[in-house]
């Protein structure tokens, strides 16, 4: 799970008229999208590069790495806790229609960053400096009481065969993918950036996804990944989209859940993850369109075959330790 805030790009724009590809028979109109060069790539936080293949040496660059929380771990089920009351007052969603998203490349996965804007109606014309922006928020189960999470992003992680992907394991059984819903706690910090690292500042969903029927709500994105197909670029999306789409069971009753980091470099502990029982299903199609993209930029020729494809982007699960897994159904 990654989370960078691309604040600054050179915007180069395609000459000519938009990108245009064929999908289904179908031409389909692409959106603005940025070249594969940029000057300025302004992390949130400051992140040196890091590579999948080199998990082992994270530590000595990033210390958070070495702490004792750190994720993804293995879910025994058969030794998580159930706690009675732990999904009381209820986990709820409460997600808004979000119609700006920004699809990126990072060289090191993909991210969806949920850029909501006033809602305008019907009066586009008129001044909505003063409007209230909408917000998907998270609330109840193991959060903080009176607590609300803003959902900011999403990130994905997946493996070049099905026997891999997923950064949890379940049993010590991997899926081929998995999908991170990020949240940052709204009533106690200011930013996300001021959320990292902080007591009770950082909530992540994690689905489990696998391979069956098509997901129609995951097209949004999965139709335009072509586009970002290089490192470094960047897809404006403005297709209306509702993250809610995204729970398989949207009363969000049955999960697991312990306190954590982020699966990535600087890897912060403190994050509170919420692991759904239930995955989504994405078709075959949806999963390969994944699995061709790449992790370099275009043009870069130093990398040869499948050294060049962006995939088995997951952390090596970590050690438990002292933490208890615990589970919202018996």
């Known amino acids: 799970m990654s989370i960078l805030k691309f604040t600054k790009f050179r915007k180069r724009y395609l000459r000519g008229k938009l990108l245009t590809r064929r999908s289904d028979s179908r031409e389909k109109l692409i959106p603005w999208v940025h070249e594969d060069t940029f000057d300025d790539l302004l992390c949130s936080l400051p992140i040196k590069a890091f590579s999948y293949r080199g998990t082992a040496e994270w530590g000595i660059h990033f210390q958070e790495a070495n702490g004792d929380c750190q994720s993804p771990i293995d879910i025994n089920s058969r030794e998580a806790v159930y706690r009675e009351g732990l999904n009381q007052p209820p986990l709820e969603v409460n997600y808004a229609l979000c119609r700006d998203c920004d699809l990126i490349n990072t060289g090191t996965g993909i991210q969806i960053i949920f850029k909501y804007k006033p809602d305008v109606g019907m009066s586009g014309l008129r001044d909505t400096s003063l409007d209230p922006v909408p917000k998907s ?13 803003e959902l900011a992003a999403c990130a994905f992680h997946w493996g070049q065969k099905d026997d891999r992907g997923s950064e949890h394991t379940v049993n010590f059984k991997a899926y081929p993918m998995e999908l991170h819903l990020i949240h940052w706690n709204s009533s106690t ?11 009770h500042g950082i909530s992540i969903i994690a689905l489990f996804i696998q391979v069956g029927r098509e997901h129609a709500g995951l097209r949004t994105f999965t139709d335009y990944l072509e586009a970002v197909q290089y490192k ?11 993250p809610s ?11 697991w859940t312990y306190q954590g980091s982020l699966t990535t470099p600087p890897c912060y502990e403190r994050v509170t993850w919420i692991l759904l029982r239930y995955p989504l299903t994405i078709s075959i199609s949806q999963m390969e369109e994944f699995r061709r993209l790449k992790n370099h930029v275009k043009g870069d020729f130093s990398f040869r075959g499948e050294e060049g494809l962006l995939v088995d982007n997951f952390r090596p699960t970590q050690p438990l330790n002292d933490r208890t897994i615990e589970a919202s159904f018996q």
């Open 137 to 149: 928020v998270l609330s109840g189960g193991p959060l903080p009481q009176n607590s609300k999470f």
């Open 189 to 199: 910090y200011s930013t996300l950036e001021e959320a990292m690292g902080k007591p």
């Open 232 to 242: 470094g670029r960047t897809l404006a999306v403005t297709t209306p989209f509702h």
């Open 245 to 255: 789409c995204l729970l398989p069971d949207p009363q969000l009753r049955d999960f």
